[in-house]
């Protein structure tokens, strides 16, 4: 077994601080059950007009079919008629699901429910380009499949990575699995292309970047994993060079992923991630609250692990930090980071999974949306998007129609908006993306408007 080595580091990214830096659960992280199953006390013939799957005879209980994603509104139907009923929760050995000796210490995989998410997906035969410094070789471990890798910077097709970042990145997505050897990927099925877009010291051009979303999608990517982006001081949010490209992802349906940035502001996300079609990923620590160096703000979608190195929450004898295996100067072996570009590659994994079980584009967009576990205040907020990202919440997600496009819509306050889309607050009509903070609302303290900012 590897030494699992502690190192702290930044990556700069066109000339700003961004990358990676060093780094109890909440109570409720949706727990696993059978969709499409409701549990009922009662006996067969008490439930005339429904679907009857089993029936237990000496626990007096049925269980009966349920619409997917309809399973709550079963459950109150036979309650309104004087019945216990809940859904069909599913217990399970506590055994770790992978065989690698390191996957004790990724509890970030833990807080996305990575070992259930397993039973459905593991991201088969999605390729998923992580643009970033490249990829290194592996003494031991390593990434199980690559596809059409490319640099860009030195333009041939041997992104070797000098720096680290970019294979820490793509460990989180596919790192090699049950080989008894090391660490885990989440998505270990599916397959990176390294697309070499920043040089060995962490920084690159627009144009780089641009070429590579290019080489990505083109090349069968349906998943891109960007971790960079420019400090959010600068308050970019479009670009004639990279949005042409970005657009070019969307409109082939292929998911960009982007982190948020490092740089603690709580006005704004970093460019790209703020671009609208781009998933802009903020970072959680072990605890699933905001990592205090993660951004917010406009812009922000979602939030996965980043890890917090400066502390041990779960008392495992080491930082809490995204473990992955990389090569730092030289030397290979399991590294401790925390950083929102710890966080994306969590969400690029999940959308491989999802991508893998037949969600679509939008599907696999509004799945990991309004599923995720929600931290912050009610529905969406600048600080956590729509809330923690689950991977096997997601993959049992059932759109309110199950046209695998509309997402199911909570509408609290009756303002005509979704809870899970768009309405930072379903309880206040009087705060939608519809809504304007100008006039006599300028000064009332709320987020009218939903854009992140309050009165602005």
Known sequence: MKKVFDKSCHVVVFGAVLGFHFSAHASELGAPFRAGEVVVAALPEELSGET?????PNAGLSVIRADKGKELDKIKQQQSKGRKAGKNFVAEHFVHSTNDPLASYQWHF????????WTISAGANVIVAVLDTG????NDDGIGCTDAPRDIVNNDGLPLDGNGHGTHVAGTIAQR????????GLAYESCIMPVK?????????????????????????????????????????????MDPALDYAATNEVVVVAAAGNDGSRKNVSYPAIYPSVIAVGATDYNNGLASYSNRGQGLDIVAPGGDTRVDANNDGYADGVLQE????????YYFFQGTSMAAPHVSAIAAMLFASGK????VIEAMQASALDLGSRGYDSSFGHGLVQAYSALQWVPGNDDGVNPICTDIDGDGYCLEVDDCDDENAQVNPSRNEKGPRRNDGLDNNCNGIIDG
Request: hydrophobic share 35%; no cysteine; charged share 15%.
């Open 177 to 184: 699995t049950n080989n008894s050897i090391g660490v885990s």
């Open 110 to 117: 833990d807080n996305v429910q990575a070992d259930t998410a």
């Open 326 to 333: 990389t090569t730092i100067d030289n030397v290979t072996g």
């Open 197 to 241: 877009v920043l040089n060995d010291s962490g920084s690159g051009s627009f144009a780089d970047i641009a070429e590579g979303i290019y080489w990505a999608v083109n090349n069968g990517a349906k998943v891109i994993n960007m971790s960079l982006g420019v400090n959010a001081r600068y308050g970019i949010t479009n670009d004639s060079v």
């Open 52 to 56: 009857l799957i089993r029936h237990y």
């Open 360 to 363: 679509t584009y939008q599907g």
């Open 135 to 138: 990829l290194a070789e592996s």
